[in-house]
């Protein structure tokens, strides 16, 4: 069997692995099987079996993706899709050692999640003619994903059942497969309770079962789908730069923490396993503290001092 044609066996037994155990969103896995059909066909110019793959051949791949002037987060992304790639060889006993241990990954500058004022997020939030069926569904969206702070791949999840109304809760599968429960303010509530009593019903086919959100044939709506609305309604409320339905989701951290909300509360409610993943948002929450202290003083009639010696 052929180098292509064994990594393509490999691959396609990884990415059912991705959805089946670990749960993960077809945009997710798609996103997988884009970052490694690149080594795919690196391993057919070298002529290379997937498990001959050692560190210098990862080097060699490494600077191709170099030469090709990849962004270094591009970059590594690539290396941790293989990465775990490798570490899926090992766990099925392709391979007796996980032969990328040890490669070094591109530096990156540190970025600072996008984060929607308060105005931009209402200017958002209330973009969605909810005269018809589909913009009660999409107001309903896009005030659950800031209330709650919901991943994309959560919210299509989402069950009728999964609603508890009078608890403010919202019961969602998070990332590998991990159940959690997200809490929903008055404003989002009052949103899914007009679509699910005035719009859904308009939506529902026969095969539509106990799903939330449904498109107009009735079907459940994809991941795909809610980022474009999200992106629509952002060029419609004339918000400047990209914005996706994870901005809602770091709008929603940082405005909780702009708010006096503690990290920890903040990490559980955006469902991270490490609170050292949340800690990203004090820098955005920082900035914020410092323009309101420097906006006060200066309202006080507090002059800029000037530099001294010592």
Same mark, same amino acid.
């Given at each position: 069997?052929?180098?292509?044609?064994?990594?393509?066996?490999?691959?396609?037994?990884?990415?059912?692995?991705l959805?089946?155990?670990?749960?993960?969103?077809?945009?997710?896995?798609?996103?997988?099987?884009?970052?490694?059909?690149?080594?795919?066909?690196?391993?057919?110019?070298?002529?290379?079996?997937?498990?001959?793959?050692?560190? +210098? *051949?990862? @080097? %060699? &791949?490494?600077?191709?993706l170099?030469?090709?002037?990849?962004a270094?987060?591009?970059?590594? /992304?690539? =290396? +941790? *899709?293989? @990465? %775990? &790639?490798?570490?899926?060889?090992?766990?099925?006993?392709?391979?007796?050692?996980?032969?990328? /241990?040890? =490669?070094?990954?591109?530096?990156?500058?540190?970025?600072?999640?996008?984060?929607?004022?308060?105005?931009?997020?209402?200017?958002?939030?209330?973009?969605?003619?909810?005269?018809?069926?589909?913009?009660?569904?999409?107001?309903?969206?896009?005030?659950?994903?800031?209330?709650?702070?919901?991943?994309?791949?959560?919210l299509?999840?989402?069950?009728?059942?999964?609603?508890d109304?009078?608890?403010?809760?919202?019961?969602?599968?998070?990332?590998?497969?991990?159940?959690?429960?997200?809490?929903?303010?008055?404003?989002?509530?009052?949103?899914?309770?007009?679509?699910?009593?005035?719009?859904?019903?308009?939506?529902?086919?026969?095969?539509?079962?106990?799903?939330?959100?449904?498109?107009?044939?009735?079907?459940?709506?994809?991941?795909?789908?809610?980022?474009?609305?999200?992106?629509?309604?952002?060029?419609?409320?004339?918000?400047?730069?990209?914005?996706?339905?994870?901005?809602?989701?770091?709008?929603?951290?940082t405005?909780?923490?702009?708010?006096?909300?503690?990290?920890?509360?903040?990490?559980?409610?955006?469902?991270?396993?490490?609170?050292?993943?949340?800690?990203?948002y004090?820098?955005?929450?920082?900035?914020?503290?410092r323009?309101?202290?420097?906006?006060?003083?200066?309202?006080?009639?507090?002059?800029?001092?000037?530099?001294?010696?010592?």
């Amino acid at each position: 069997m052929g180098g292509q044609d064994r990594f393509s066996e490999l691959l396609r037994a990884f990415l059912i692995s991705l959805e089946v155990e670990k749960g993960y969103s077809p945009h997710t896995v798609d996103a997988y099987r884009s970052d490694l059909e690149a080594f795919g066909a690196f391993l057919r110019g070298q002529g290379l079996e997937p498990e001959q793959i050692d560190r +210098a *051949a990862a @080097r %060699s &791949f490494l600077r191709r993706l170099q030469d090709a002037h990849l962004a270094p987060a591009s970059i590594a /992304r690539k =290396l +941790a *899709a293989l @990465r %775990s &790639f490798y570490a899926f060889l090992v766990r099925e006993g392709h391979l007796e050692s996980h032969p990328l /241990r040890g =490669l070094g990954t591109p530096k990156q500058p540190r970025r600072l999640p996008r984060c929607l004022s308060i105005d931009e997020t209402v200017a958002l939030l209330t973009a969605p003619d909810v005269r018809t069926p589909q913009g009660l569904r999409d107001r309903a969206i896009l005030e659950l994903l800031y209330a709650s702070g919901l991943r994309v791949g959560e919210l299509v999840r989402i069950d009728l059942d999964d609603i508890d109304w009078g608890r403010h809760e919202v019961r969602v599968l998070g990332k590998g497969g991990r159940m959690r429960i997200a809490l929903a303010g008055i404003p989002a509530l009052r949103a899914l309770r007009a679509y699910v009593r005035f719009g859904r019903p308009q939506l529902v086919r026969p095969h539509s079962g106990r799903a939330l959100f449904l498109n107009r044939f009735g079907e459940r709506l994809t991941d795909r789908s809610v980022r474009a609305l999200v992106a629509g309604y952002a060029r419609q409320a004339g918000l400047d730069g990209q914005v996706t339905p994870h901005t809602l989701r770091h709008t929603f951290a940082t405005h909780l923490l702009e708010g006096g909300a503690d990290l920890r509360i903040v990490q559980e409610l955006l469902g991270h396993a490490r609170l050292t993943t949340t800690e990203r948002y004090t820098h955005v929450s920082l900035r914020h503290l410092r323009e309101v202290y420097r906006r006060i003083f200066r309202l006080a009639g507090e002059a800029e001092p000037e530099a001294e010696s010592v």
